[in-house]
């Protein structure tokens, strides 16, 4: 549940620094062998061997991956589908794109193989201003980032999605989900999501078309070139609307300055009687630091605001490790109604920060689906394809129990960015929430 590193760009000597480099950043950590158990055994090559690549790969995998037992995904069935394909492999660049096709299949943004190419697919929802579902056999537009290309271009919720490139948008799915006989609803909209959101270079022709209306083609800029500007953003900006204190985060769940910037904030709003925290702009999530300190000002005592568990040790030792992390109380202490904003760009730390104010701080969430980018973030490095694995390895959960990719808000939202008419429907209905009487 920590903040996305930058990819690895070259091969093993580099993918390694990367790791190393990660660990004295806020955002990534590298495996620990104390809390997930074995520690994953590199196989260095001094020539490429697709056998061994693949091998590391799912070892990896399958020891640590901490969302690998699923309903709706046959995974040993994929695996061998993916492995006779890894095997075919002639170099590490055939191989780790293999290992990408292989990570879609699973649904899950923090399922990641680096390094990437300008030719994949950026990476969601970090780099990502359109968010695609399915209705009936139709793509769909279910949500639009605010502030993004498209949304400056009047794209909107429930507009039909046709082609990508020139392609028709269920053969651009479909070529992200090579490995998948029979996908699912789920999986063709996550490709669809995807394939819609371009490439990590240049920019995309998409044809769309607005109920009821024509196909309208647009050329957008690339989503990277938003993800590049938020990043370069002050932490977070607060503003009071109608009485009510408004402090919206941008995308620095990551940053330490976002702790002092949020100190700042409460102060300056902590005589009013309402708060709206707006975590629709945290699609790399964050680390647990920045968030404790968040919903520290909000609770007077220790609370229990998320659980974990590790699925590594019980698959190596069959004893379960789950434990539950808390949060102190911090100054100032804000002692008004708090209402939370989640959406398709709530990403990791960032759901987990909704879950943790509903759960530490009674307060009252007002989302749509979110990122679901599943558990705490882990980096394994693959010497023998040169390439870093990013996954999942703890799964976490809601103190009531529930999943955090499961978690339904308090009032769920059919879209939290835009809604048809181009408003902004999750803030409009926190509003309307903290307007009304007690």
Known sequence: MVIRCARPRTATRRALALVAACLSAVGCRAADPAALGEAPTAVVTSEFEARAAWDEFEGALRRYYAYLEREDLDVDALLARARAAALTADDAGALRRTLRLTTYAFTDPHLLVGPLDDSDPNVWPTSGDLAVSLAGDAFVVADVRAGSAADAAGVRPGWWVEEVDGRPIDEAAAALLALVP????????????????????????????????????????????????????????????????????????????????????????????????????????????????????????????????????????????????????????????????????????????VIGLHAAAGARTFCSDMGDLLGALHTFPLAASGAVLELGAEALFHVDGTPREAYVADVPLRSADRDAAGGDPALAAALEWLGAPR
Do not use: K
Not at 246 to 270: K, M, P, W, Y
């Open 182 to 353: 029979a996908p699912t609803a789920r999986q063709r909209a996550y490709a669809a999501t995807l394939a819609v959101n371009g490439r990590r270079s240049g920019g995309r022709a998409l044809t769309l078309r607005p109920d009821g209306g024509p196909s309208r083609a647009l050329s957008l800029a690339n989503p990277r070139d938003l993800a590049r500007e938020v990043a370069a953003r002050p932490p977070l900006e607060v503003r009071v609307v109608d009485g009510v204190g408004v402090i919206r985060l941008h995308n620095s769940l990551g940053r330490l300055d976002t702790i002092q910037a949020f100190d700042a904030a409460v102060e300056r709003c902590r005589d009013l009687d309402a708060l709206v925290l707006d975590l629709r702009d945290t699609p790399s999530g964050g680390n647990s630091d920045v968030a404790r300190a968040v919903i520290g000002h909000f609770v007077t005592e220790a609370r229990p605001y998320q659980v974990h568990e590790v699925p590594a040790v019980e698959r190596r030792t069959s004893v379960p490790r789950r434990f539950v992390e808390l949060v102190a109380p911090r100054t100032p202490h804000f002692s008004g109604r708090v209402a939370v904003l989640g959406g398709r760009w709530t990403g990791s730390m960032g759901e987990g920060l």
